[in-house]
Structure formats: C-alpha cells, structure tokens
C-alpha cells in the first residue's frame, strides 16, 4: 500500500466513505453518508479524519465534542463512526486516525473521549481498547417501541 496520508474530513470524501460502508456492511448508502458528512463537517470541520493512500480514501473517523450528555457538564470527544478499508487493515490505518482525533479533542481542550460500541461488534471493541478505550462507569440502557 502507498503511503499513507491522515487529514481533516472534506465534502470531496463521500465517495470514498460510500464505498468503504459498502464493503463493511454491503449496502451503499449515499445519502446517509451525505448527510452525516456534512454534519460532522458543519460542527467541526477540523475533528473528523480521513486517510488517504494513492489519491483513494482508504478509512475515516468521524467525531465532534459534545457536552452535557448523561447529565455531566463536561465536553466529552465522541467517536462515532469508523470505517477502514478491509484491504488496508492491520497496518495501522484505525489507530492513525484516532491519534488524529483525539489529538484535536485534546487541543480543543477535552480531557475524556468516549464511543458506544455494540456487544456484539468484537472487532470494534478489541481496536477500541487497543487504542486505549475502557469501560466507562455509566449504564446503557434502551427501550423497545
Ligand atoms: C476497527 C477498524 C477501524 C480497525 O482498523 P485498522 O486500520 O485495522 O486498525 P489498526 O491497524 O490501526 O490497529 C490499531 C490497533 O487495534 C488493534 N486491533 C485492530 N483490529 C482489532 C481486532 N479486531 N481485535 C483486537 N484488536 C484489534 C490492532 O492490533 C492495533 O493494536 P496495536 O497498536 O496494539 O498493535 C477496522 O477493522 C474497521 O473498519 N472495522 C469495521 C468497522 C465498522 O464496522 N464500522 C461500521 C460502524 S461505525
């Protein structure tokens, strides 16, 4: 794989974001990742990444700082979506990332990054807590309507 390059999150990016979905899930789904884009971009356009190799998005990380959840006061860093390529995983794409992240949560002055992981998603929980993610003292619960 070329070099790899991490930088902010661009309009120009949907594409690749499309279709990186498209190979984790197998739906292509342009208008959800249009509109999240643009989201993520309108509140911060420097926090959410892409990486980039030969001219083609090979991952993202999109994530803004929120405050107030949960009752606490604080601003929290949210990591909320993450996709890598499966042909450029392993090679230290997911953690480029999140280093990029987490570095502008950082300077924006935040001392605590959280993300809401599925039980289920094993491999999402194993890269999260590699990259230095533990439990976190709340409780998750939902209601069936
Ligand atoms: C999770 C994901 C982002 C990891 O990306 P990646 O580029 O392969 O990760 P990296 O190579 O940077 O790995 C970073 C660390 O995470 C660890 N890691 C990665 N995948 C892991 C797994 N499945 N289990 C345990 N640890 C894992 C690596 O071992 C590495 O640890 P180290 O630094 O101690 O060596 C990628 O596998 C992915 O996109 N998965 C699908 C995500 C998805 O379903 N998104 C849709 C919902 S938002």
Known sequence: MADVTVRPLSELDLDGITRIDERITGRYRPEVWEERVTYYIRRDAEASQVAESGGK????????????????????GWLDFMGVDPDARGKGVG????????????SAGV????TMVRTEDEQ???????????PAPISSLEKRL
């Open 57 to 76: 998005v090979v991952g993202f990380m999109l994530g803004e700082v929120r405050g107030g959840e949960f009752g606490l006061e604080e601003a929290t």
């Open 95 to 106: 953690g480029r990332l999140a280093d990029a992240l987490l570095a502008h949560f950082r």
């Open 111 to 114: 001392h605590v990054a959280r």
């Open 124 to 134: 999402i929980l194993g890269f999260v807590r590699s990259i230095g993610f533990a």
